[in-house]
């Protein structure tokens, strides 16, 4: 018999402009989930936050909103503390637009 194991997973929810951001314990990309009206399905996709080939997934990511037009996703980077920030439309950039 095979024994079971058991592994729990910290995962962050942001709604924003109507959708959900999704983010797992070491973090390659941010899942955006986006409901379709009037029905019980969504689209999703990941918005890569992790721009070296050769980088290794973050860790201690916390997604963040502030103001109106912008989400703010705190991500320290390897050699750095420079954020990435997903805009409205759901874009990952270096600044904050």
């Known amino acids: 018999m095979e024994a079971a194991t058991s592994r729990k997973a910290t995962i962050q929810l942001m709604m924003h402009y109507g959708r959900l951001y999704v983010r797992g314990g070491l973090v390659r ?3 955006e989930i986006t409901p379709q009206p009037g029905t019980t399905t ?3 996709r990941p918005i890569p936050v992790v721009r070296g080939a ?3 997934p973050m860790r201690d990511v916390r997604l963040s909103r502030y103001g109106s037009a912008r989400s703010f ?3 320290p ?10 805009t409205s439309k759901g874009e990952a ?3 904050c637009p």
């Open 73 to 75: 996703l705190s991500a």
């Open 77 to 86: 980077r390897p050699g750095g503390v420079d954020p990435v920030f997903i």
């Open 29 to 31: 990309a941010v899942w």
């Open 93 to 95: 950039r270096d600044d």
């Open 42 to 44: 969504a689209t999703f």
């Open 54 to 56: 050769g980088q290794g």
